[in-house]
């Protein structure tokens, strides 16, 4: 027991690394709570010494079973209205987005800690729930998703469990709390949380009636706005285990029923664990790429439908484009290799060399390596010549010196990245 609380992941008994104690440690000793502005926070809502206020959701979840630290939510007894009169004059900067749902947010130094008004559901349309505020906990853990989201956690680190949410995260069950199918018609967003849950707890009872339920709801997330899925997607896709969801068959469907242009699963399924570590698991835009990008436009039709960053579409547009450039160009990672990555950068390029050589049937893990150390060892010149250069040669101002410009560059790139002074001279001789 640490401060009232058990640490579920820890095994003092099991062979662990200096670093996995020195967390475990810093865990027991420094718990997430006793943080110094979550320390703060509950000052001021707990200044009559009473128990106002708690914290609840997957930062109790993530504690108790060892995990990294998240987001920060705090639910309390007090109203919105009581919330900003309370913090107006504090050390934080006081966000109101979420004030129509009960939810304040309080930021400081780039933290951010949503406090949420204790709610019961009066109604629902299967996309948000119409919700009066209370003082009772336990009607609050009532209209929450799942048990092991309806964990307690007050400043002192002693645990409030009214829906046994500790015996089902140790034993890494994930059950919605009363009737699922209430639940779910609550927020159809929780279909997508399960399968979330499931994956991350590696919960896979595809016999349970809570799947079957599951099944016959999937038409409800068409009520759900593209922003919600994609947001809840992107955590799905985030997991450490997500290549466990390929190999359970009834969970993968309902996966390809909600995304469709998420089509080419194979090429994760039998990647090897180290390998998909190694190269795919911390780049979002690539894993994503791997899953829907192909010689059509499915990944263009996928952009436009979740309505995704700008970011994120010129990143699949990027894939798609230069993976069929590469199939076409088998020199594109080889002569051409210092071109393309003058033209993209050294990042990009090393992107597309995983896209390229991880969605070929006959993967050559030894060859992407050496590609991409290559791509590292490869130095760029930068290009010597500059409008300055060209103007205090007789070129008039405007737009044509940019076009210019563009010339010459591609005449040093197709040299090799290198022009003689006689060379450069011939060409803006060429040019004026």
Known sequence: MVFGT??????????????FLINNIKKILFPFYKEKKIKEIFQILNSDKKNNAMLVGGCVRNFLNNEKIGDVDIATIFTPAELIKKFSGAN????KSGIDHGTITLSKDNKNFEITTLREDVATDGRHAKVSFTKDWKKDSERRDFTINAIYLDQNGKIFDPQNGIQNLKEKKIKFIGDPQK?????YLRI?????FSIQYQDFDEDDQTFRIIQKNLNGIIKLSKERVFSELIKIISLDNIKDLFSKKKFYEIFRVIFPELKYSDKLKGMNQEIYKKFVQSEQNLLLALLLVDDTDNHIYFAHKYKVSSYLKESLIFFHQCFCEAKKNKNFFEKDLKKNIFYYGKNKIASLAKFYFLSHTKKNYANLANILKKIESTNIPEFPITGKHLLEQGFKSGRKIGEILKRIEKEWIKNDFNLEDEELKNLIKKYI
């Open 6 to 19: 058990t640490i579920l992941g820890s095994n003092p008994s099991a062979p662990a690394n200096d670093m």
């Open 92 to 95: 934080f900067r006081l966000i």
């Open 183 to 187: 639940r779910i018609e609550e927020d």
């Open 192 to 196: 997508l949380r399960f399968l979330r």
